[in-house]
């Protein structure tokens, strides 16, 4: 059995160093309560860009510019080190940590953003880092398309984990990507939320037959700067919740075992076990004896893509 955490907590929004140096203390109190793996949600760091459900397609011009600005001064840069804090605290504590963030190209353009997921290993290494395939609707003004590079399962001491960002998780070929790689812990932050998004993650559950945990984006009102343009009009001080979280651990067969978390903020612990995982596929293993490759195969494109090649 492996004890895992999930910080279902806001970030201090538009601000790297101040969510990375929360996101170290949140993991320590995660450790204090036992956990072994510890799970964030999707562009935790600095934050989902919820205002583009908001503003007018094609319109709110300065806006948009003056937000993407200080979103791409507060996205990470892999290369330059900016996840050292959290590689570090993950060696310190002997422990596995997966992180979503906004991400900045530090090799090509050094514009470009992707909504990205890490894996960092107790050894403080990054395991897997994976770019969202497919942004949704007014995401593709913020982040870059991602490739197959990212779409691994790794080895930890809970367990195979892969992951897949939000409505990634719609995508049922992405899916069996991680399947077919003997996912044991299928982790999807997300900012979605809501009974009919716990739906689909049962039905993850039921159809891979491996454990689910969604980690959900909780954001309030006050989290929001006081210096934020537009404040006022986009977050009215009416609207106390803007994002509920509903993170939730899910068993291999689709029983949700702890959460959802819902318009709570805090650290949601649960037990796992991976070896569940083998036993629950004895009647359906969709890329193992339930499946017909005489009839149906899926090529993967898993090499990384660039633009341009120097020679």
Not at 59 to 77: K, M, P, Y
Not at 116 to 133: A, C, F, M, T, W
Not at 269 to 292: C, F, M, N, P, Q
Request: hydrophobic share 40%; with cysteine.
């Amino acid at each position: 059995m492996t004890k895992l955490a999930i910080i279902q907590e806001s970030p201090v929004l538009l601000d790297r160093s101040k969510t990375i140096e929360k996101a170290v203390q949140l993991i320590q109190q995660a450790v204090s309560k036992g956990a072994e793996l510890v799970i964030f949600p999707e562009a935790y760091i600095s934050g989902y860009p919820a205002w583009i459900w908001r503003l007018r397609p094609g319109g709110d011009w300065g806006v948009s510019e003056e937000l993407h600005s200080r979103l791409l001064d507060s996205a990470v840069d892999i290369d330059a080190g900016d996840l050292k804090p959290l590689c570090d605290s993950a060696k310190k504590n002997n422990i596995t940590i997966v992180c979503g963030l906004n991400e900045r190209d530090g090799k090509l353009s050094k514009a470009t953003l992707y909504n990205s997921v890490v894996i960092i290993g107790k050894d403080g290494e990054i395991l897997n880092r994976h770019r969202k395939l497919m942004p949704t609707n007014p995401e593709r003004m913020v982040w870059g398309f991602g490739d197959g590079s990212g779409l691994n399962v790794v080895d930890t001491p809970a367990g195979r984990v892969g992951t897949l960002l939000c409505w990634e998780n719609y995508m049922p070929l992405a899916r069996y990507a991680l399947y077919s790689q003997g996912v044991e812990l299928y982790v999807a932050p997300t900012y979605d939320s809501g009974d009919d998004w716990l739906g689909t993650m049962q039905h993850i559950a039921r159809e891979g037959r491996c454990w689910v945990i969604c980690s959900g984006v909780a954001l309030t009102n006050s989290d929001i700067p006081s210096d934020f343009p537009d404040r006022d009009t986009l977050y009215p001080a009416s609207e106390e919740w803007i994002n509920p979280g509903d993170s939730a651990v899910i068993a291999p067969g689709g029983e949700i075992v702890e959460g959802p978390m819902r318009q709570e903020k805090g650290i949601l612990i649960a037990e796992v076990d991976a070896e569940r995982v083998g036993i629950s596929k004895r009647d359906l293993d969709i890329t193992g004896h339930y499946s017909r490759p005489d009839i149906f195969t899926l090529s993967v494109d898993m090499q990384a893509h660039s633009p341009i090649e120097f020679k």
